[in-house]
């Protein structure tokens, strides 16, 4: 019967301990290379990683090819960033490390509402709106009217928040990916004196992150499916509170569950109730086709 990888790699081992005791030569060698690093900081998290990544190797009896072929891929993705691409974003989203960390700098507080990734395409200069203006720009999509209030964990209204807001349009593009430098399908505004906001948007759908890259082809080998599940963004920031970064999804969607870079959380999915043509909306407006309408309140812990 032919030995597992596993078997093969523990006789090496086993031989004499030799193997194993160079191999913890060079790791324990790098690792004191930081020692005399003066940002306490650095030190830790530098030491931490040579450790656990030549763990990595030595569990799985890295080949040369396979880290050459790591290096290409790290490569590939440098490559392909841009202003307004970021894959190394990408990347780490669907390995799962944005949201790990997330959950380890964000943890779940009382009644504040959770966090989620920001993505790659949050821009710092989005164009203000008033509150019930739309943030479309153009973009194209079913009308969607979001309203809410921000208030503090005891329940006071959070006046003057800034409300940045970003979304794909209905063909799962954001506003950078096209050419045309147009700004679309975002905006920010500030909460009234009651805490309250509200805005004409665009009901999401599903999309695959971009997958013509060396992400989208580690997902392909991979079998895993590039694709998003509905969501609108948001990042709301008040002085005195802790920014707020988080997304709303749409009840019933298919994809919550495999959602691509692992974004969802129960508490932040939405029902967007749909409404016919014609229906009067909150403002008064009557749509010439259907629109959907959601309410998404923002809990805000202090700083």
Not at 5 to 19: F, K, N, P
Not at 32 to 37: E, I, T
Not at 179 to 185: E, P, Q, R, V
Not at 276 to 290: F, I, K, L, Q, S
């Amino acid at each position: 019967m032919s030995e597992t990888a596993d078997e093969r790699t523990a006789d090496i081992l086993d031989v004499s301990g030799l193997q194993g005791r160079r191999e913890q030569e060079v790791t324990d060698k790098v690792v004191a290379s930081f020692d005399s690093a003066k940002d306490e900081r650095f030190r830790e998290v530098m030491q931490a990683l040579v450790r656990h990544a030549h763990a990595f190797v030595r569990e799985t009896r890295l080949t040369e090819d396979e880290w050459t072929a790591a290096i290409e891929f790290l490569t590939a993705a440098g490559r392909i960033t841009t202003d307004t691409r970021q894959e190394f974003v990408l990347l780490s989203d669907v390995l799962g490390i944005s949201m790990l960390t997330v959950a380890v700098n964000e943890p779940n507080l009382g009644d504040a509402t959770e966090s989620t990734v920001l993505g790659p395409f949050f821009v710092q200069h989005s164009p203000r709106i008033e509150l019930g203006g739309d943030i479309a720009h153009g973009a194209s999509g079913e009308p969607s009217w979001v309203s809410g209030a921000v208030t503090d964990t005891d329940g006071n209204p959070v006046a003057g928040a800034r409300i940045e807001v970003w979304e794909a349009d209905d063909a799962g593009m954001y506003d950078v990916q096209y050419d045309d430098g147009a700004l679309a399908g975002r905006a920010h505004m500030f909460t009234d004196a009651e805490g309250r906001y509200r805005f004409w948007g665009l009901t999401p759908t599903p999309y695959p992150i971009p997958d013509d890259g060396p992400v989208g082809r580690l997902l392909a080998h991979a079998g895993r499916s590039p694709m998003r599940a509905p969501h609108l963004h948001f990042r709301v920031t008040a002085p005195g509170f802790h920014t707020l970064t988080t997304h709303i999804f749409v009840s019933g969607d298919p994809y919550l569950d495999t959602d691509s870079v692992f974004g969802v959380k129960h508490s932040l999915i939405r029902p967007f109730d749909r409404h016919e043509a014609g229906t009067p909306a909150p403002d008064g407006r009557r749509p010439e086709g259907t629109w959907t309408s959601v309410r998404f309140d923002i809990v805000l812990r202090a700083e």
